[in-house]
């Protein structure tokens, strides 16, 4: 993934056990913790170049 990238689709569970979708929050700022960063890339292990 590169910066510019379109991020896939993040499905989760709110602090109250709400279903929630990274598509909710389109358009706005957003950081995502560490749980979602490792369904994106599969590890947080940096490779080398």
């Given at each position: 993934?590169?910066?510019?990238?379109?991020?896939?689709e993040?499905?989760?569970?709110?602090e109250?056990?709400?279903?929630?979708?990274?598509?909710?929050?389109?358009?706005?700022?957003?950081?995502?913790g560490?749980e979602?960063?490792?369904?994106?890339?599969?590890?947080?292990t940096?490779t080398a170049?």
């Amino acid at each position: 993934m590169n910066i510019g990238d379109k991020v896939p689709e993040i499905l989760g569970k709110d602090e109250q056990g709400r279903d929630i979708r990274l598509s909710d929050y389109r358009g706005r700022k957003l950081v995502l913790g560490q749980e979602a960063c490792q369904r994106l890339y599969g590890s947080l292990t940096p490779t080398a170049a």
